[in-house]
């Protein structure tokens, strides 16, 4: 049966402009980092983006790498393109990013003019399209000039493979640095993706102050803490959840008591809010504009539905913030 999008998609989601550009970002974009690999069912991932993109997310996230295996992601996503959303690609904002391991040899990852544009062109390949939306350098590379990296990110536009560039995992003077660089390249940087949220706060280090001042969107990525901030792991850890599969980006040593003492806490002020935790922590991320765009991961298809119920309340009053805080502390 061929898919048809929801039609009244867009009548919800807010969407945010990204910096001092005219590109506007859905509040929750959606992540492809987990449960799109080549070890995924292809109808779950399917199931997933049908969800979000019915639901006004009109954002979806990848990287050269990820999968498992490396690359898979992006296959499957642009499978579903194929098979699903090619009538609306004008529709959406496709991203992806080189930077981290991505194969054998001194080309497969960091910085390079020849490994940044080559894992492009890999990846438009997987994922069957001309251009991305948005091309990141996905970490700082301290072994390649700045110049160099971002020469890539300005060319990668020039060749029409990509429509913005941003950055990801930077600190702020290799932001800010980064930042004059594209623009004198005449290529603006767009966006830069950071670990962020109540559990991750090195946003507020710098960095905020760094965007803010450049015109530069940002969207945050883990805004959940990998699940801590949900209500996945308040009582015990999930047999099918990461924690318990093994998985090198949340382990069982990773959930402590301490932090689920405060994860039960920030359960009941949501629930005073009329919120889940996970809804709480994404407006959290999102108050007072801080970020463009809070990305999420999902596995079921009612984990976007609640989460996307966090744009129902964005607002806190003062007395919440400082019920987090102290918590928090």
């Known amino acids: 049966m061929v898919y048809s999008a929801n039609e009244q998609r867009y009548d919800a989601m807010p969407y945010n402009k990204t910096g001092r550009s005219g590109l506007k970002l859905p509040a929750v974009s959606l992540g492809l980092w987990h449960n799109f690999g080549g070890v995924d069912t292809f109808e779950l991932g399917a199931r997933l983006v049908r969800r979000a993109f019915d639901q006004g997310i009109t954002h979806f996230d990848l990287a050269n790498n990820y999968g498992p295996p490396t690359g898979s992601a992006e296959e499957t996503f642009g499978r579903i393109m194929r098979?699903?959303?090619?009538?609306?690609?004008?529709?959406?904002?496709?991203?992806?990013?080189a930077g981290y391991r991505m194969g054998p040899g001194?080309?497969?990852e960091r910085g390079s003019r020849?490994?940044?544009?080559?894992?492009?062109?890999?990846?438009?390949?997987r994922l069957g399209l001309e251009y991305v939306d948005i091309f990141y350098s996905h970490r700082y590379d301290s072994d390649t000039p700045l110049e160099e990296t971002m020469g890539a990110l300005d060319q990668a536009v020039r060749q029409g493979k990509a429509l913005y560039v941003g950055i990801s995992n930077y600190g702020p003077e290799q932001a800010r640095?980064?930042?004059?660089?594209?623009?004198?390249?005449?290529?603006?940087?767009?966006?830069?993706q950071v670990h962020y949220s109540m559990y991750e706060r090195r946003l507020e280090q710098g960095l905020q102050q760094v965007l803010e001042e450049e015109?530069?969107?940002?969207i945050a990525y883990s805004p959940l803490a990998r699940g801590l901030l949900?209500?996945?792991?308040?009582?015990?850890?999930?047999?099918?959840?990461r924690a318990a599969g093994g998985s090198v980006f949340l382990n069982r040593e990773d959930i402590t008591e301490q932090k689920l003492a405060k994860s039960r806490q920030l359960n009941q002020l949501a629930a005073e809010r009329g919120q889940s935790l996970a809804q709480m922590a994404v407006a959290w991320v999102l108050r007072q504009g801080r970020v463009t765009s809070a990305l999420i991961g999902a596995s079921k298809e009612q984990q976007i539905d609640d989460i996307i119920g966090a744009t129902k309340q964005l607002d806190f009053a003062q007395e919440e913030l400082k019920a987090i805080e102290r918590i928090l502390s």
């Open 83 to 97: 098979t699903e959303l090619a009538p609306y690609r004008d529709e959406l904002i496709i991203s992806t990013k």
């Open 106 to 108: 001194p080309y497969g």
């Open 114 to 125: 020849k490994s940044m544009l080559s894992s492009l062109d890999q990846s438009l390949k």
């Open 177 to 192: 640095e980064a930042i004059a660089i594209l623009k004198r390249l005449g290529t603006p940087c767009l966006i830069h």
């Open 215 to 218: 015109g530069v969107g940002s």
């Open 230 to 241: 949900s209500d996945r792991y308040l009582e015990t850890i999930p047999a099918d959840s």
